[in-house]
Structures are given as structure tokens and as C-alpha cells.
């Protein structure tokens, strides 16, 4: 699903965490040179990007360089139906990793393990494969990199969008935790060999979900200064 993130300005910390770090590594090697990288950060500071629509294997937006604007598209490989699966399994595979990903937190532990599983989230720059409208020659061009940088802020703040790049979107991911937890909590009421353990977690994950989704439903309401209904809170 298709998100549009407003115009970013750049965190006044900067990029904190270590797998924001590691998203600009790859767009440092994904850049010609050093040429390219000096003003696609400048752009990036100043606001030149516009709003950043994420989607499953895509970026997009608009890039201002004076008078003119610039289209700028970068494809992501995305995951597989095997390997989107496999990513759920490692979410779930420890209590507590869904609500830090909620929170903002991607723990490494979960990346090591996805990576032992075959489940590369983090890009290397090789991966980031970038288009723009403008005439310039080497790809990615300044304005493509600005969008890459500012990327960067986003996910920084909200792990999940890196996610959702790689083809399972916040939405996709609980809804998979949930069908999961679901057939989980079937099996521990028609087997006497499932364990306490997988029940507990179950338990655990299905209360994360359900908070997540009615956290979902509340913040609009939230926003728009309605009455929050009984049934929700």
C-alpha cells in the first residue's frame, strides 16, 4: 500500500540508530562520487524534496532545483512470498519484537536472525536503482540521492517503513502476525502436545496486534478533534 510521507526537514540529532546508519552507507556506495553525494545532501537539508511516497520496491517524489522539479524514482528488490514469510515468523519467533518494531526500535538480534533465514532487510547500494526526469548523466543523479538521504530520515524515526519497501507494509505485517496467532491459539485448543510456551506467545503477539490496530483507528479520530467512541479506548 501506497504511503506519502509530508515534507521532511532534517532531525536536528541526526540519524541515531544503527540501521539508519547502515541505509546511508548503502546510498554513500550507491553514489558515482563524491561530486554527486555533496549536493544531493545539500538538497536534502534544504527541503528540495517533496512529499516521499513509499510502496512496496519503490520510492517517489519530487525534487526542486531552482525553477525546475524533477521526478525522482528509486526501485528496492522486494521479498518474496517465501521470504515475506519467513520475516513474519521472525517477528513472532520472540515476544517483544513486534511492539519494539511498533515503538521505532529494529532490534539486531531480529535482523541477524532473518539474515540466518535468508531474509536480507537492510539494502547495500547496489540495490538502490534510481530514475529522474532531470538530463544529468550518471544515475543516481544529486536529486535522487537527496530523496535516498531524506529516505533515511524516515526510517531512522520508523523502522517499519523499511518494511514496507521490501514488500510488507505495516498493515500486511500485523494482519500476518494476527492469521498467525489465530491458527496458533487453534492448534493449543485441538492438540494436547502444544506447549505453554507457544500459547504464551501467541497471547503476546495478539495483544500487541490488537493495541497496534486500535491505536490505528483512534489516531485520525485523535487528530480531527472527534469524540473518541467507548468501544475504542
Known amino acids: 500500500m501506497r504511503t506519502t510521507f509530508a515534507r521532511q526537514t532534517q532531525p536536528s540529532r541526526g540519524i541515531r540508530s544503527w540501521w539508519g546508519k547502515a541505509w546511508q552507507r548503502a546510498v554513500e556506495e550507491a553514489?558515482?562520487?563524491e561530486a554527486e553525494l555533496r549536493p544531493g545532501r545539500a538538497a536534502a537539508r534544504r527541503g528540495d524534496v517533496g512529499g516521499i511516497s513509499v510502496d512496496s520496491g519503490s520510492l517517489l517524489a519530487a525534487v526542486r532545483e531552482g525553477d525546475d522539479a524533477w521526478t525522482v524514482e528509486v526501485a528496492v528488490p522486494t521479498l518474496d512470498d517465501e521470504t515475506r514469510a519467513a520475516l513474519v515468523e521472525v517477528v513472532a519467533a520472540e515476544s517483544g519484537r513486534v511492539a519494539e518494531l511498533l515503538a521505532g526500535n529494529l532490534p539486531h538480534d531480529?535482523?541477524?536472525h532473518a539474515e540466518e533465514v535468508g531474509v536480507e532487510l537492510l539494502p547495500y547500494g547496489g540495490e538502490l536503482v534510481a530514475t529522474c526526469t532531470c538530463p544529468h548523466y550518471l544515475a543516481p543523479c544529486a536529486h535522487a540521492l537527496a530523496l535516498l538521504i531524506q529516505t533515511g530520515w524516515l526510517l531512522?524515526?520508523?523502522?517499519?517503513?523499511?518494511?514496507?519497501?521490501?514488500g510488507l507494509d505495516r498493515e500486511a505485517l500485523l494482519a500476518a502476525l494476527h492469521a498467525r496467532t489465530v491458527a496458533a491459539v487453534s492448534g493449543t485448543a485441538t492438540t494436547a502436545?502444544?506447549?505453554?510456551?507457544?500459547?504464551?506467545?501467541?497471547d503476546d503477539v495478539e495483544l500487541v496486534v490488537e493495541a497496534a490496530l486500535r491505536a490505528q483507528r483512534l489516531v485520525p479520530l485523535f487528530e480531527a478533534g472527534a469524540e473518541l467512541p467507548e468501544g475504542l479506548l
Open 31 to 33: 553514489a558515482y562520487s
Open 193 to 202: 502436545t502444544a506447549t505453554p510456551t507457544t500459547a504464551d506467545l501467541a
Open 156 to 166: 531512522d524515526a520508523d523502522p517499519l517503513v523499511l518494511f514496507a519497501l521490501r
Open 110 to 112: 531480529l535482523v541477524e
